[in-house]
């Protein structure tokens, strides 16, 4: 058994309810003047670090944090980052005046199909790599950039040796040899596809919007899915109001991503369920359509992640602090809020306990900021704020 004691932290974010009282930031959970005992990958104790038990004294390593921030690892709940290919004219056509639409995803399709095996296994660890430089520990990764059943199946395999949270996304959009033969896709989609794909896939996911799936279609996938075990997420929302979102709360989706154009009786259809409401604001940043309103959803009481989306068409980041930055600033979320979104709320949206808290028994997934206080993610955009990170009790990433 390996252990090792951070102390000296100044400010510990647990996400464990009833630590710390202080208005507005009582879902964190704070401690101050904090030490944690990591044995064996897990959080074995914590607590005010001059009330340390005598064996957490005697840990194998001392790790002195300097009086800053230790935040839970991020959970990000919501990537794709397996494709082949660039999408930047896309990106600059947009800025230039052009809308978003889906159709977009159909060149990425081609230059993921185009791509090796070690070529996308590379730039999929690129990506890891710098989400772990920013302090997310966690990744959920979607396939749905191959839309043939070969490749497909190669695409979760790839995503299921880098995360547990892979998602089967087969129904991203309809692929340019099925054009005008849908129903004959969603064909395939539930069947031979699905078979191929769902032993390396916990989740099945489908783009239930105008130009991709019908809600008629979607329900299909979807039930599909979970007659063979998967766990049902939901795209949905995205361009326009439609029925996806009272879908998702239909099947008890784990999460429902998107959310920009909500009606009334979608904010209090989530409130009133299990479904998770995880908004992408760097899908908003890159295609200029208005931010969806996180104050709307918590003030109703639903549950709200936040998560990178990262993806080359729609938002082309990995880095969270980025976007809790952006919901702060342009979706109505406290700063307490938006962190509490990119930990505990991405946990909640892949219905995971062991991750996205402080507490003992879960993961020791941390990453220590090079400031005093969790408030400097939001107030200090664009800056490099990630000091450490440890993944399963390890330290993997350490700035200088």
């Known amino acids: 058994m390996t252990t090792e004691l951070v102390t000296n932290i100044g400010q510990l974010i647990t996400n464990s309810p009833g630590v710390d009282t202080r208005p507005g930031s009582e ?18 104790w914590l607590g005010a670090a001059s009330a340390a038990p005598a064996h957490a004294l005697a840990a194998d390593t001392v790790t002195d944090a300097v009086g800053a921030c230790i935040i839970p690892g991020f959970v990000d709940s919501h990537s794709h980052i397996i494709f082949g290919g660039d999408r930047s004219a896309e990106f600059e056509a947009r800025m230039s005046g052009q809308k978003y639409s889906a159709g977009g995803i ?158 009334e009786d979608d904010v209090q259809a989530l409130a009133g369920s299990n479904t998770v409401a995880t908004l992408l604001p760097g899908v908003e940043f890159s295609t200029r359509q208005p931010y969806p309103s996180a104050r709307r959803l918590i003030d109703a009481g639903a549950t709200v992640a936040l998560a990178s989306d ?54 020791a997934d941390l990453a220590q900021l090079t400031a005093d206080s969790y408030l400097h993610l939001a107030y200090r955009p664009g800056v490099p704020l990630i000091r450490r990170v440890w993944k399963d009790g390890v330290a993997v990433s350490v700035s200088a």
């Open 106 to 263: 159909r060149s990425t399709v081609a230059a993921t199909r185009a791509a090796s095996d070690e070529e996308l296994r590379a730039r999929t660890r690129g990506f890891l790599g710098e989400m772990l430089a920013q302090g997310t520990t966690t990744v959920e990764i979607k396939s749905g950039y191959g839309l043939s059943l070969a490749d497909e199946a190669r695409l979760v395999r790839l995503a299921a040796e880098v995360t547990s949270e892979v998602t089967f996304l087969g129904a991203h959009v309809v692929p340019a040899e099925f054009s005008g033969r849908a129903d004959e896709y969603v064909d395939l989609v539930v069947g031979d596809m699905l078979d191929a794909c769902s032993p390396h896939a916990r989740w099945i996911d489908v783009f239930c919007e105008t130009g991709a799936f019908t809600p008629v279609q979607s329900r299909r996938i979807l039930v599909a899915g979970a007659a063979r075990g998967l766990g049902v997420r939901v795209h949905a929302s995205q361009l326009g109001p439609g029925d996806g979102v009272m879908l998702a709360v239909e099947l008890d989706a784990a999460s429902v991503d998107h959310c920009t154009y909500l009606t």
């Open 310 to 363: 990262c993806n080359p068409g729609s938002s082309f980041t990995s880095s969270l602090p980025f976007c809790i930055a952006v919901a702060v600033r342009d979706m109505g979320m406290t700063p307490a809020e938006a962190v509490w979104a990119a930990t505990a709320g991405g946990a909640a949206a892949l219905r995971r306990t062991d991750v996205g808290r402080v507490i003992v028994g879960a993961r």
């Open 27 to 44: 879902r964190l959970g704070i401690l101050t003047d904090a030490a944690i005992l990591i044995e064996d990958g897990q959080i074995a």
